[in-house]
């Protein structure tokens, strides 16, 4: 019990530093564009991705932000053993969370939703199997900010269950990637 206690202080630690220390103080309501590119991983059924981000943050403390997230990432379908997989979409519908080490530097977070899968509705050209519709979405980073810019490094996956696997090809929609975003100040 000792252990969890001193866990449990450092965590609480670790985010009031978050809390102290400041983004700009003119910047706690912002609209973010970004795009980003990437290596779908693990994956039998596409090779990379590419896509664009949209969200909305608010920050609640100067070193916490909340907000909506939504954008658009393109998978694209690779051959394997004779499946010849389509290109498929993600769109997601989700809530962020950022943690801003201070005003520029160190920041981590996630988004967390659901994801819609859009495109052709067979996973591969020959085959009957069709595409799942979407599943829960999650999307973690660690990357650095300053007032306007930010850089991470990303992970994005749709969580499908078995829908969509074809044989011991299993559908799988995630990938690790970069992303940079824009931030536009909208005041307070």
Known sequence: METTLKKLILG??????GF???QHEDM???FKIGANAGVALPSSNASMSAGVDFAYQNLITPGFGL?????YKQYFGKDNDGLENNDFGVIPVAGMIRIYSKEAGLFFGSDVGYGFITGLEKVADNSDVERPDGG???KPEIGWHNWHWNISLQYTKV???????IGSQNYDTGSL??????????GK
Do not use: R
């Open 136 to 138: 829960l979405y999650i």
């Open 67 to 71: 907000g909506l997230a939504t954008g």
């Open 159 to 165: 969580f499908t269950g078995s829908k969509g696997e």
């Open 177 to 186: 990637g970069l992303g940079v975003t824009y931030n536009f100040p909208l």
């Open 12 to 17: 609480l630690s670790l985010l009031s530093v």
């Open 28 to 30: 706690t309501n912002m």
């Open 20 to 22: 102290v220390y400041a």
